[in-house]
Antibody, heavy 115, light 108 residues
Framework: EVQLVESGGGLVQPGGSLRLSCAAS????????MNWVRQAPGKGLEWVSS????????YYADSVKGRFTISRDNARNSLYLQMNSLRAEDTAVYYC????????WGQGTLVTVSS | IVLTQSPGTLSLSPGDKATLSCRAN???????LAWYQRKPGQPPRLLIY???TRATGIPGRFSGSGSGTDFTLTISRLEPEDFAVYFC??????????FGQGTKLEIK
């Protein structure tokens, strides 16, 4: 059974940093593109970033470019999102999702940026 | 690409046929358009991809159609568990992935 479990969310002050993790199981992690998608309170879904199976090809949404870094460790079946210079508008539930279209999603981890 | 879904809310009864629309402001490359179902407290569930291909395990009452800029999700006979929020998603560009704002399907 495919499982994606996010962790690392929490409350952080504006300008702060946070690192999200996504632990994958039930499939051959190293052969799939992975993504981060977020949903702010009362808003729709927003794609954040994608990373190819090898980690060599990476894309970011314009809203996070230069502040967020996606990475993966195929040996550990894990996906990461390093978030720096956080802003109030980054407050959201962050999901990791497998490939495009997003066929499997985690339950999400809440990131709150507030002073 | 901006995706606009209509209607915003659809009120129907079990057994009815539901027709949901997703319109793009420019052509979706290779009709890379997906539909998801979302229930409270759950992550989205992939229903349809490539505009018309049902995802694994999705009942046959769900079907997708359309191409270019106009896409439709049809639920032929609504079951009680089908009342949820549905949204479309285009993935024609690897670097500009977008979602529609969603259609709430509620029980009349």
């Amino acid at each position: 059974e495919v499982q994606l479990v996010e962790s690392g969310g929490g409350l952080v002050q504006p300008g702060g940093s946070l690192r999200l993790s996504c632990a994958a199981s039930g499939f051959t992690f190293g052969t799939y593109e992975m993504n981060w998608v977020r949903q702010a309170p009362g808003k729709g879904l927003e794609w954040v970033s994608s990373i190819s199976s090898s980690g060599f090809t990476i894309y970011y949404a314009d809203s996070v470019k230069g502040r967020f870094t996606i990475s993966r460790d195929n040996a550990r079946n894990s996906l990461y999102l390093q978030m720096n210079s956080l802003r109030a508008e980054d407050t959201a539930v962050y999901y990791c999702a497998r490939q495009k279209p997003f066929d499997y999603w985690g339950q999400g981890t809440l990131v709150t940026v507030s002073s | 690409i901006v995706l606009t879904q209509s209607p915003g809310t659809l009120s129907l009864s079990p057994g009815d046929k539901a027709t949901l629309s997703c319109r793009a402001n420019q052509s979706v490359r290779s009709n890379y358009l997906a539909w998801y179902q979302r229930k409270p407290g759950q992550p989205p569930r992939l229903l349809i991809y490539d505009a018309s291909t049902r995802a694994t395990g999705i009942p046959g009452r769900f079907s997708g159609s359309g191409s270019g800029t106009d896409f439709t999700l049809t639920i032929s006979r609504l079951e009680p568990e089908d009342f949820a929020v549905y949204f479309c998603h285009q993935y024609g560009s690897s670097s500009h992935v977008t979602f529609g704002q969603g259609t709430k399907l509620e029980i009349k």
